[in-house]
């Protein structure tokens, strides 16, 4: 199936822990973005690639740090998790940067830090 | 800088009858608007796009928008409500240049009673 798909999809942890989210789409697009959900449905830009380079990074804390080794895998390692790094994470891609492409998004990720 | 402000957090509508969601935007170019839906535990999926074709744009399960400029408006509608609209709807402009990343509202959340 085409798509874009996040591993995992449930992740619980502790406190100061290290984490990744795995992403990766086979629609064969150029941008690759992180979307962090938070528990009021507010949705906002985290990072943005564009063939393997960084575009966007949002004011994110420096815990948190993409990774794309190619331009189908938009990784996301966080650091020392925080009780309010706990957020749903959506995963994105679109055909190309700029204005007027929509996104296909991954299922997202759920993030509990106990 | 663009945005949007949907204009209801919460409708609510029985079976059967219209569906109105009300979003404004702000944006110093011509605007591309979305909307997207998120069903409960769900990923986003797009609805429709407005890239300054047509202004009555259509989208799927029988929604659609018209995009007023001298309002600067797109509200979604449709027709007749059916059970499985429940969800939450989000109102998305995309940026420009540097920033063309997708800008989300703060959601509306759409209850259909039987």
């Known amino acids: 199936d085409t798509a874009v798909s996040q591993t995992p999809k449930y992740l619980v942890t502790q406190m100061g822990n290290d984490k990744s989210i795995k992403c990766e789409q086979n629609l064969g697009h150029d941008t690759m973005y992180w979307y962090k959900q938070d528990s009021k449905k507010f949705l906002k830009i985290m990072f943005s690639?564009?063939?393997?380079?960084l575009i966007i990074n949002e004011t994110v804390p420096n815990r948190f740090s993409p990774k794309s080794p190619d331009k189908a895998h938009l990784n996301l390692h966080i650091n020392s998790l925080e009780l309010g790094d706990s957020a749903v994470y959506f995963c994105?891609?679109?055909?190309?940067w700029g204005a007027g492409y929509g996104y296909t998004f991954g299922s997202g990720t759920r993030l509990t830090v106990v | 800088a663009q945005s949007v402000t949907q204009l209801d957090s919460h409708v609510s509508v029985s079976e059967g009858t219209p569906v109105l969601l009300r979003c404004n935007y702000s944006?110093?170019?011509?605007?591309?608007l979305f909307w997207y839906v998120q069903h409960p535990n769900k990923g986003l999926q797009l609805l429709l796009k407005?890239?300054?074709?047509?202004?009555l744009v259509k989208g799927i399960n029988g929604f659609e928008a018209e995009f007023k400029k001298s309002e600067t408006s797109f509200h979604l509608t449709k027709p007749s409500a059916h059970m499985s609209d429940a969800a939450e709807y989000f109102c998305?402009?995309?940026?420009?240049?540097?920033?063309?990343?997708?800008?989300f509202g703060k959601g509306t959340k759409l209850s259909v009673k039987p």
């Open positions: 944006s110093s170019y011509s605007p591309s």
């Open positions: 998305v402009v995309s940026g420009v240049g540097s920033q063309g990343n997708l800008i």
């Open positions: 407005y890239t300054s074709a047509a202004t």
């Open positions: 994105a891609s679109s055909q190309d």
């Open positions: 690639y564009n063939n393997k380079e």
